[in-house]
């Protein structure tokens, strides 16, 4: 608990959450992780052609203590949750998740027992980044995206606003099984007409 959670809402604290997000947008500093073939294209975003240093992000820190961004890179065997947990809670506080590609986000084409069928199962995700593999310009527009992310975060009593409206807004959705059908899933096919041909054989 900080400062920010004891002042009132005004702008006093406005100015303190634009500052706060800019400051930590600026500074965030990912973890050395990695764990199937997106890694990959996330090492790439180190290169000169994509070039993660434009944002200052270059030194993907070997311990969790000096990170603050865990950019799942791949599937997530059952065997590795664990670890990728512990990594989690290791790293410094405030943090953020990127799960990078389809595998890391809902188990992919493994839909499997060994593989974990999202990695927000075991810790929560903040951007989900889609694709296989997700290109390097991928994974930067979601570095980007996340940045807006973290400088519009809500900070003291504007934080706890803000979480009643998403409360009061989860809660007054229609739920999936009462929502209107985006297509007919019954709809008769048209019959198949066999369209003459040569026979290449005869
Ligand atoms: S999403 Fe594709 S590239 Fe990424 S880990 Fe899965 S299989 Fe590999």
Redesign the pocket.
């Known amino acids: 608990m900080g400062l920010e959670e004891k002042l009132p809402s005004g702008f006093l604290l406005s100015t303190v959450e634009g500052l706060a997000g800019y400051m930590r947008k600026a500074s965030i500093w990912p973890a050395t992780f990695g764990?199937?073939?997106?890694a990959i294209?996330m090492m790439a975003v180190g290169t000169p052609d994509y070039d993660i240093s434009r944002f200052g992000m270059e030194r993907f820190a070997a311990t969790p203590r000096q990170a603050d961004l865990m950019i799942v890179?791949?599937?997530v065997s059952q065997k590795m949750a664990p670890v990728v947990r512990q990594v989690y809670d290791q790293m410094a506080n405030p943090k953020w998740v990127i799960s990078?590609?389809?595998?890391?986000s809902s188990g992919?084409?493994?839909n499997n027992y060994a593989i974990v069928q999202g990695v927000d199962h075991i810790i929560p995700v903040d951007i989900y980044l889609p694709?296989?593999?997700p290109r390097p310009e991928m994974l930067l527009n979601a570095i980007i995206e996340l940045h807006q992310q973290i400088q519009s975060t809500k900070l003291g009593v504007n934080r706890v606003a803000a979480a009643r409206a998403a409360e009061q807004a989860a809660l007054a959705a229609v739920p999936t099984q009462l929502m209107a059908p985006t297509h007919e899933h019954h709809a008769p096919l048209a019959p198949l007409t066999a369209t003459p041909g040569r026979n290449l054989l005869a």
């Open positions: 764990l199937a073939c997106c294209e890179a791949g599937r990078m590609g389809v595998c890391a992919g084409m493994f694709g296989c593999p």
